[in-house]
């Protein structure tokens, strides 16, 4: 039988070692988020940039002259971000068409829902044994007041918010920027800040965490990022097949939505192919409802292949952990709390089973 000081320690330990790991979630991780990523970046450019750098070795009376590795990651980065900056433009472009589009087709869209409903409701008077007109006119006015509500706070709305708009996007100038530096500075030191880790003290811990960090966060970003991409791919091809004129436009808006915790693509799909299919519209509802079963399944099989056993826990502890970290840190809490937990648990099987071997030798 355990003696119970070792059962008191080992309580301790976890404690201690999951609040540590709290507070350095919910405090520290905001001031250092910048460098972290810039440090993945970089560990990213590094293998083109060392690839650039041996092929621009000038070598001018005996003496060999290279590129620094900042210049050329920085000048990858620019490059990158031009690319990035043209297909954002070119897909915004097609966005604001498909927009426009749908603003203009809005009025007959307004009134071939008002007529559904109208005829529904024509059919609900007379199963009810209402007058004629009642739910009409009940209907009319719902309408009505929700247009003049979405009109009166729309203004207040956009003048409330316009100074957290500004001040978010210069957030977002400045966080780029120092992204842009950090990464830069950490290619041209990675050799350096390596040898440091390496004869750090807390070599071993460096390393633990920054694998667990890596493991886990690149599994949910390929696993994520991948299903995003082909539910959207699959949504926008199965709504250009049917002959809608805003496939671009609801497939990336399907797709993103599908990626957000509690929604999915059934949030979508599922009324309006109810919609769809109450309208006899047989075709559109069938086809959406097809769209939806495809999509369900990618991401059934797609997450239990790209993530398998990468993450290393349960399904069960998985969705404790994303439940407490969502409680706990928002959305992000998504990624940080599997993190956290197997942070927690490696940090606890450490400690722990020295100080149990430890005592095991003190009792020798």
């Known amino acids: ?85 043209i297909l954002l433009y070119v897909g915004g472009r097609k966005l604001c068409m498909e927009a426009q589009l749908l603003l203009e087709n809005l009025p007959g869209i307004m009134a071939r829902l008002d007529q559904w409903l109208m005829g529904h409701c024509s059919w609900a008077e007379g199963i009810l044994k209402l007058p004629d007109g ?14 003049t509500a979405i009109k009166d706070g729309a203004m207040p709305f956009l003048m409330v918010n316009t100074m957290t708009m500004v001040k978010w996007m210069i957030r977002v100038t400045v966080f780029t920027v120092i992204l842009f530096v950090a990464t830069v500075l ?22 633990m965490l920054g694998n667990r960090l890596m493991t886990v966060g690149n599994a949910w970003l390929k696993t994520q990022g991948t299903i995003m991409m082909c539910t959207m791919i699959v949504c926008s091809v199965g709504l250009f097949l049917m002959g809608n004129p805003y496939f671009i436009l609801m497939g990336i808006a399907i797709g993103i939505l599908d990626a957000l915790p509690i929604f999915g693509t059934g949030t979508i ?52 952990s994303m439940y407490t970290g969502l409680q706990l840190f928002g959305l992000l809490g998504f990624i940080l709390g599997p993190i956290g937990l197997l942070i927690i648990e490696d940090i606890v099987e450490l ?10 030798e003190m009792g020798h």
């Open 269 to 320: 799909l599922i009324p309006w192919a109810i919609f769809s299919l109450v309208s006899h519209n047989w075709v559109r509802g069938i086809g959406l409802i097809a769209i939806f079963i495809i999509c369900y399944f990618l991401r059934e099989i797609m997450e239990a292949k790209i993530m398998g056993g990468k993450v290393g826990l349960t399904p069960l502890e998985t969705l404790v």
């Open 134 to 147: 009642y739910m009409v006119d009940i209907m009319r006015e719902m309408i009505s007041k929700g247009e």
């Open 1 to 85: 039988m355990e003696k119970p000081s070792r059962k008191l320690k080992k309580t301790l330990l976890i404690l201690g070692v999951t609040g540590a790991v709290y507070i350095s979630f919910k405090y520290l991780l905001p001031l250092v988020i910048p460098f972290l990523i810039a440090y993945v970046f970089a560990l990213s450019l590094r293998p083109s940039a060392l690839w650039v750098e041996q092929r621009c070795r000038f070598t001018i009376k005996k003496r060999t002259i290279t590129l620094p590795l900042a210049v050329i990651g920085g000048v990858e980065i620019i490059i990158l971000m031009i690319v990035l900056g």
């Open 186 to 207: 950490t290619l041209q030191e990675m050799d350096d800040i390596r040898v440091r880790r390496d004869n750090s003290m807390f070599c071993y811990e460096y390393a």
């Open 351 to 360: 400690y722990g089973g020295s100080c149990y071997n430890s005592g095991k």
